[in-house]
C-alpha cells in the first residue's frame, strides 16, 4: 500500500524494460520490482491469474483465408484443442508429397527442415520428419513445429537405421525376448499393459541412438543415413549389452522401491511423495530413450540413493524433513520450469544437477558428479530465468 502508487511505478518501470526483458511471465517481472522496492519476495504461487475478471484476460480471433472469424475465445489451448484437427487436416491434403507409410529404407529424397505448403489458401511452414509409428514401422510426416518434428526425426531415424540391417534386428530381438523374461514381469508389474515387446523396442533403439556419434536427429540426407548406417554395425551388439544391463539393473531397483514404499507408515507421507514422484521421473515406459544419454549411466546411482534414503528415513525422519525444507526453493522452481521464455537445453541441465543435489542431502555416501548445493542451484535458476 498504496496499492494505486505501486501500480503506477510497476508500470512505468516494466514498461521501459527492454524487448528481451519482456519475454519474462509478467508476474515475475511484477515479483522482481516488488522484491527490488519493498525488500518483500512474492513467492509463484501466490499469484491467481484464475482470480481476474475475463477482460483482462487476451481475447483471441482465428479467422479463415477470407478474413471471417472462425471462433474466438480467452481460452488460447481450448482454441487451438477445437480447431487443431482441421488445421491438420487441411495441411495433409496438400502434404501429400512429403508423407509415406512403412519405410524400410532411406528411398526418398533429401529431407529439409522446413518446407512450405498451402492450406486455407496460404502458404504455411511445415517440419518433415521420421516417425517411430506404434506398430513398430517408421513413416514419413510433417510436423507443425521444429521441436516435435526434431524429437520424432529422432527415433525414426534409429528404427530405420535398425532396418538396415535386418539380420542383426532380427538377431537382437530374440536374444532380447528371452533375456528380458524377468525384467518384462517387473516391468509390467509397475506399468500395466507395457508388454515385453515394448520394452525390447525401446533397449533396441537406445542402444542405436547410443551407437551413433552425433546426434541422430541431424541425419536429413540419403548419404548421411547411408554411412550411419555403416558406422553404428560393429557397434550395436556391444551398445545393446550396455543398455540391456541397465535397464536389467533400474527397473529391478525401481520396482523395490516402489514394493517398500508401499510398505511404509502414515507418518512418512511426505518423504514417500517426494520419493515417489522422483522415482516417476526418473524410470517410466521410455526412460531409456528420454533420458540424455550422459545420465542414463548415472540412473543406477540416483536410485541407490534413493534406497539410501529409505533406510536412513526410520532412524532420523527429522533429518529427511530437515532436507525437504532445504529442497523445497528448488523444487519450487522447478515445478514453474514451463514459465514462458525458459531455454529448454538449461532446464534439462538444471533437472539433473537437482538429482545430484538429493544426493549430497540424502545420500552423500554415493558422492555426487560434481559440487553441488541449494545455494548454487538457486543462483542457476536466477541465470536461467533471466
Not at 528371452?178 to 533397449?203: F, H, I, N
Request: hydrophobic share 45%; with cysteine; glycine share 6%.
Amino acid at each position: 500500500m498504496p496499492l494505486g502508487e505501486y501500480a503506477r511505478a510497476a508500470a512505468e518501470a516494466l514498461g521501459a524494460l527492454p524487448p528481451d526483458a519482456r519475454r519474462t511471465p509478467l508476474t515475475d517481472r511484477l515479483a522482481r520490482f516488488l522484491a527490488e522496492k519493498t525488500g518483500v519476495s512474492v513467492p509463484r504461487d501466490t499469484w491467481r491469474p484464475q482470480a481476474l475478471p475475463p477482460y483482462l484476460s487476451m481475447n483471441y480471433r482465428v479467422l479463415d483465408a477470407s478474413g471471417q472469424v472462425l471462433a474466438e475465445g480467452r481460452d488460447l489451448a481450448a482454441l487451438r484443442q477445437r480447431l487443431g484437427a482441421a488445421a491438420r487436416q487441411a495441411m495433409q491434403a496438400s502434404a501429400a508429397a512429403w508423407e509415406r507409410d512403412a519405410l524400410s529404407d532411406w528411398d526418398f529424397a533429401d529431407l529439409p527442415d522446413k518446407v512450405g505448403v498451402s492450406a486455407g489458401g496460404r502458404t504455411v511452414a511445415a517440419f518433415p520428419a521420421l516417425e517411430a509409428s506404434a506398430d513398430g514401422g517408421v513413416r514419413l510426416r510433417l510436423f507443425d513445429g521444429p521441436a516435435a518434428a526434431r524429437a520424432a526425426h529422432r527415433l525414426g531415424v534409429v528404427r530405420l537405421l535398425w532396418r538396415a540391417h535386418p539380420g542383426l534386428k532380427r538377431q537382437t530381438e530374440r536374444d532380447l525376448q528371452d533375456r528380458l523374461k524377468a525384467t518384462c514381469l517387473q516391468w509390467g508389474l509397475m506399468y500395466p499393459g507395457s508388454g515385453c515387446a515394448a520394452l525390447v523396442d525401446e533397449v533396441m533403439l537406445a542402444a542405436c541412438a547410443a551407437a551413433l556419434p552425433g546426434d541422430a536427429a541431424d541425419i536429413r540426407t540419403r548419404q548421411a543415413f547411408a554411412a550411419a548406417a555403416q558406422e553404428v554395425r560393429p557397434r550395436l551388439p556391444a551398445e545393446v549389452a550396455k543398455i540391456v544391463a541397465l535397464a536389467e539393473d533400474c527397473i529391478a531397483r525401481a520396482q523395490r522401491l516402489r514394493d517398500a514404499l508401499s510398505r511404509t507408515p502414515p507418518a512418512w507421507s511426505k518423504a514417500v511423495e517426494d520419493m515417489r514422484a522422483q522415482l516417476d521421473d526418473l524410470v517410466h515406459p521410455g526412460f531409456l530413450l528420454h533420458t540424455p544419454r550422459q545420465r542414463l549411466a548415472r540412473l543406477p546411482a540416483y536410485l541407490k540413493a534413493m534406497e539410501l534414503r529409505l533406510e536412513k528415513l526410520e532412524k532420523a525422519p527429522q533429518r529427511d524433513a530437515q532436507a525437504m525444507a532445504e529442497m523445497a526453493p528448488v523444487l519450487a522452481a522447478w515445478r514453474a520450469q514451463r514459465r514462458a521464455g525458459m531455454d529448454a537445453a538449461a532446464l534439462e541441465d538444471f533437472r539433473w544437477r537437482m538429482e545430484e543435489l538429493r544426493i549430497a542431502l540424502f545420500a552423500q555416501e554415493v558422492r555426487t558428479l560434481e559440487p553441488v548445493s541449494v545455494k548454487r542451484l538457486m543462483k542457476r535458476w536466477g541465470e536461467i530465468r533471466g
